[in-house]
């Protein structure tokens, strides 16, 4: 990856309410070579630190409680002397509105959730090169005044590394809009001639055509940013240019803007719905125009952006896929051989207790990697629809006492006296139970009884499990529907008991009670 062309002694601020997100995107920083890096829990507290030093960047998630990501993008820039604060958003979904939102409010760059480290990389260098020169005096401004401790970081600091080329990276946002090309489509030469030149002096490349035939044969051979299209034209008029462009996949997307005359509500209407992002009547304002033209070639590119990462996160959801089959039959196999060298050196009465010890440790810590790996390709196999378990009868008690073997010793199990038949798969349910027995464990203190109760209620068996303290809030509201995978690691293991359930056609609830966690698991009776 290439280095980063930035001054690494530069404060920066990341803004998000997930703690284990901060943490992330600091450490991404840190890796990256940053030795002031600061964090806010709530866009308040960013506020805060703003108010009372000097940043360099901010790097905010966008939903938030309280004062959202881009409520606090409009506080800098209303509130803040450096109204070109670089300011990168971190929204979690695609989404038109916000990004225009965004955009409007002047962000600097967005970047999807979950976005891959070369890609952070890429904006990261693209936030601070967009500004130029300015960015270079600012950043010499703040650390004038940073205070002294800050100052004494930065100068023991490792120093900027030299400017290098980031190979197979996008250029900034705004470096492309400053040489954006637009295609200027008029039947009358004294209209192009002013539009021409009005955007020449803004630094843009121009093209021209003087009939909507010939603009259809330019732009597959010298395809533009941008189109400005009239509408009463001879021949072809602008309306059928606009429908042959957007009936194509290869010019589909380039933005359209109509100029005309025509100011009627149903030539607007009519132009608008062919998939034209803007309508201008003439005569042309050159103020209003330009601002509309930057506004849609900004959007353009961001959404450009978005399709590029949309593809991106196509592309790791199947690598995710790879890695979770890679997982599951490349790991299991070599984890089976550790685990049966393991049983045996254990079984060796001559080894001696040290050494004993030691290969306890080991058998256990490959028997949680086998446990994990395979709950790994299960839930990957739910949440796509493809898990398809096959239903058998499943006596219960046995099945229990080999799920709780690996807490039994450390909290004894109480195991229901009732015999009991399940409708279910053997495999999943062994991993259903031995999940909760663990998350029991891990959240009671050593010696504390976990108990389980069954009762036949109608075609299911009611299964209870309870144990000592409150279930962590995360997940009990894991149990209440979440959809998707928590970050919170806390609710994982309910997150995954509860697809475990689902899967075979059974339930998983957080009853009531103020002293003990009890979970309500129902199953199919057999």
Same mark, same amino acid.
Request: aromatic share 4%; hydrophobic share 50%; proline share 6%.
């Given at each position: 990856?290439?280095?980063?062309?930035?001054?690494?002694?530069?404060?920066?601020?990341?803004?998000?309410?997930?703690?284990?997100?901060?943490?992330?995107?600091?450490?991404?920083?840190?890796?990256?070579?940053?030795?002031?890096?600061?964090?806010?829990?709530?866009?308040?507290?960013?506020?805060?630190?703003?108010?009372?030093?000097?940043?360099?960047?901010?790097?905010?998630?966008?939903?938030?409680?309280?004062?959202?990501?881009?409520?606090?993008?409009?506080?800098?820039?209303?509130?803040?002397?450096?109204?070109?604060?670089?300011?990168?958003?971190?929204?979690?979904?695609?989404?038109?509105?916000?990004?225009?939102?965004?955009?409007?409010?002047?962000?600097?760059?967005?970047?999807?959730?979950?976005?891959?480290?070369?890609?952070?990389?890429?904006?990261?260098?693209?936030?601070?090169?967009?500004?130029?020169?300015?960015?270079?005096?600012?950043?010499?401004?703040?650390?004038?005044?940073?205070?002294?401790?800050?100052?004494?970081?930065?100068?023991?600091?490792?120093?900027?590394?030299?400017?290098?080329?980031?190979?197979?990276?996008?250029?900034?946002?705004?470096?492309?809009?400053?040489?954006?090309?637009?295609?200027?489509?008029?039947?009358?030469?004294?209209?192009?001639?002013?539009?021409?030149?009005?955007?020449?002096?803004?630094?843009?490349?121009?093209?021209?055509?003087?009939?909507?035939?010939?603009?259809?044969?330019?732009?597959?051979?010298?395809?533009?940013?941008?189109?400005?299209?009239?509408?009463?034209?001879?021949?072809?008029?602008?309306?059928?240019?606009?429908?042959?462009?957007?009936?194509?996949?290869?010019?589909?997307?380039?933005?359209?803007?109509?100029?005309?005359?025509?100011?009627?509500?149903?030539?607007?209407?009519?132009?608008?719905?062919?998939?034209?992002?803007?309508?201008?009547?003439?005569?042309?304002?050159?103020?209003?125009?330009?601002?509309?033209?930057?506004?849609?070639?900004?959007?353009?590119?961001?959404?450009?952006?978005?399709?590029?990462?949309?593809?991106?996160?196509?592309?790791?959801?199947?690598?995710?896929?790879?890695?979770?089959?890679?997982?599951?039959?490349?790991?299991?196999?070599?984890?089976?051989?550790?685990?049966?060298?393991?049983?045996?050196?254990? &079984?060796?009465?001559?080894? =001696?207790?040290? @050494?004993?010890?030691?290969? !306890? +440790? $080991? /058998?256990?810590? *490959? #028997?949680?990697? %086998?446990?994990?790996?395979?709950?790994?390709?299960?839930?990957?196999?739910?949440?796509?629809?493809?898990?398809?378990?096959?239903?058998?009868?499943?006596?219960?008690?046995?099945?229990?006492?080999?799920?709780?073997?690996?807490?039994?010793?450390?909290?004894?199990?109480?195991?229901?006296?009732?015999?009991?038949?399940?409708?279910?798969?053997?495999?999943?349910?062994?991993?259903?139970?031995?999940?909760?027995?663990?998350?029991?464990?891990?959240?009671?203190?050593?010696?504390?009884?976990?108990?389980?109760?069954?009762?036949?209620?109608?075609?299911?068996?009611?299964?209870?499990?309870?144990?000592?303290?409150?279930?962590?809030?995360?997940?009990?509201?894991?149990?209440?529907?979440?959809?998707?995978?928590?970050?919170?690691?806390?609710?994982?293991?309910?997150? &995954?008991?509860?697809?475990? =359930?689902?899967? @075979?056609?059974?339930?998983? !609830? +957080? $009853? /009531?009670?103020? *002293? #003990?966690?009890? %979970?309500?698991?129902?199953?199919?009776?057999?």
């Amino acid at each position: 990856m290439p280095a980063l062309n930035i001054d690494l002694s530069l404060p920066l601020l990341v803004v998000d309410d997930n703690q284990q997100m901060r943490s992330v995107v600091k450490g991404i920083l840190a890796d990256l070579g940053f030795v002031n890096v600061f964090l806010a829990g709530s866009g308040e507290e960013a506020c805060r630190i703003l108010n009372e030093r000097p940043i360099a960047a901010v790097i905010s998630d966008l939903d938030m409680p309280g004062m959202s990501g881009l409520q606090l993008l409009q506080w800098v820039r209303a509130n803040l002397a450096d109204a070109e604060l670089p300011f990168m958003l971190l929204p979690s979904e695609a989404n038109r509105d916000g990004l225009r939102a965004a955009t409007q409010a002047g962000v600097t760059d967005c970047l999807i959730k979950p976005f891959t480290l070369a890609t952070f990389h890429s904006k990261l260098q693209a936030m601070f090169q967009s500004r130029g020169d300015a960015a270079v005096k600012r950043a010499a401004v703040r650390r004038a005044a940073m205070p002294a401790a800050s100052a004494a970081s930065a100068v023991s600091a490792p120093p900027a590394p030299a400017a290098a080329p980031l190979i197979g990276l996008e250029r900034p946002l705004e470096e492309r809009l400053r040489e954006a090309t637009v295609l200027v489509v008029d039947d009358i030469a004294t209209n192009i001639k002013v539009i021409a030149g009005m955007l020449a002096e803004d630094g843009y490349g121009v093209k021209v055509a003087i009939s909507g035939r010939k603009a259809l044969e330019i732009i597959p051979v010298h395809r533009p940013d941008i189109i400005l299209l009239d509408v009463m034209m001879p021949e072809m008029d602008g309306f059928e240019v606009c429908r042959r462009l957007k009936a194509d996949p290869a010019t589909a997307d380039i933005p359209v803007i109509f100029l005309s005359a025509k100011d009627q509500a149903e030539d607007i209407v009519g132009g608008l719905e062919l998939g034209a992002v803007d309508y201008v009547t003439k005569p042309v304002d050159p103020a209003i125009l330009k601002a509309r033209l930057r506004t849609h070639l900004r959007l353009a590119g961001m959404m450009a952006e978005l399709r590029r990462q949309n593809a991106a996160v196509a592309d790791n959801a199947h690598l995710r896929e790879e890695v979770e089959r890679l997982s599951r039959y490349d790991l299991a196999a070599p984890l089976a051989e550790v685990l049966d060298a393991s049983a045996r050196l254990l &079984a060796d009465p001559a080894l =001696a207790p040290p @050494q004993r010890e030691r290969m !306890a +440790a $080991l /058998d256990e810590a *490959a #028997r949680r990697a %086998l446990r994990l790996t395979s709950l790994s390709l299960e839930l990957c196999r739910i949440e796509q629809g493809a898990s398809r378990p096959h239903a058998e009868q499943v006596a219960l008690h046995p099945l229990l006492a080999r799920a709780t073997m690996a807490v039994a010793a450390s909290h004894p199990v109480m195991l229901p006296a009732q015999p009991a038949t399940l409708l279910a798969n053997g495999t999943l349910c062994h991993m259903l139970f031995e999940h909760l027995a663990l998350n029991a464990a891990a959240h009671t203190p050593a010696g504390t009884s976990i108990v389980l109760g069954a009762t036949l209620d109608g075609g299911h068996w009611a299964l209870t499990l309870e144990y000592a303290g409150v279930l962590p809030a995360a997940q009990r509201a894991c149990l209440q529907g979440q959809a998707g995978r928590p970050d919170d690691e806390q609710a994982l293991p309910m997150y &995954a008991a509860r697809l475990l =359930a689902q899967v @075979q056609g059974g339930t998983l !609830a +957080a $009853l /009531d009670d103020s *002293a #003990r966690s009890r %979970l309500l698991l129902r199953l199919p009776a057999g």
